[in-house]
């Protein structure tokens, strides 16, 4: 039976992304085997992260001060705009070695069966940005998946009073898929074949 701070240390783990029961109970025998200091490295890395790093206020990307490298950036082209789910999809497009411009993360994705709606999202923000002017060109990079779809559609619409060409990357990912995982050529290419959306 395994009760008190164990037990809150494996519900912990388990709120983790791909960490099922199994996989938590293993972190957590981990954790209670290892050195104290690892274990308090591990909780200090945790809070700092919190503390320190927080949405860029221009594109929304995790970052330590108030504008992100990226947006910062007097190299990047900042005429066209990457829209990505998350952070994970961010680092997939950078990570092609393909995109040169400026990216919004949207942190979800419209999905009506888990309540998640425009709101909940920033897409308004996306917006205010492209009505603020200086944007030519807007990249729907969501996930090819049933929700990634619908947001980008959603987007698509949102944008459509203000004129700004809209496109979609190219279908070089598998469908249901997630940006995270496709390759980096195969994201390079999805992106330079990217059409009209
Ligand atoms: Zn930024």
Redesign the pocket.
């Known amino acids: 039976m395994i009760t008190g701070p164990i037990k809150n240390l494996i519900r912990e783990f388990r709120k983790l992304p791909g960490v099922g029961e199994k996989t938590a109970m293993r972190l957590a025998m981990h954790v209670l085997g290892a050195p104290r200091q690892n274990a308090k490295a591990l909780a200090d890395a945790l809070i700092e992260v919190k503390e320190k790093i927080r949405p860029?206020s221009?594109?929304?990307?995790m970052?330590e001060g108030d504008?992100?490298e990226?947006?910062a950036s007097p190299r990047r082209n900042r005429a066209l705009i990457c829209v990505v789910e998350d952070q994970a999809g961010l680092m997939s497009v950078e990570n092609s070695g393909t995109f040169f411009g400026?990216?919004h993360v949207l942190w979800g994705r419209l999905s009506p069966i888990d309540g998640i709606g425009p709101e909940d999202i920033k897409v308004g923000e996306l917006v205010k940005r492209v009505a603020a002017g200086g944007v030519e060109e807007v990249i729907l990079a969501t996930n090819p998946s049933v929700d990634g779809e619908a947001t980008a559609l959603y987007i698509k619409k949102a944008l459509s009073p203000q004129g700004v060409r809209v496109t979609r990357i190219a279908r070089g990912i598998p469908v249901g898929g997630d940006l995270e995982y496709a390759d980096a050529l195969t994201l390079g290419r999805a992106l330079e074949g990217r059409s009209p959306y």
């Not at 221009?58 to 990307?61: L, N, V, Y």
């Open positions: 860029c221009a594109c929304f990307s970052t504008i992100c990226i947006c400026l990216y």
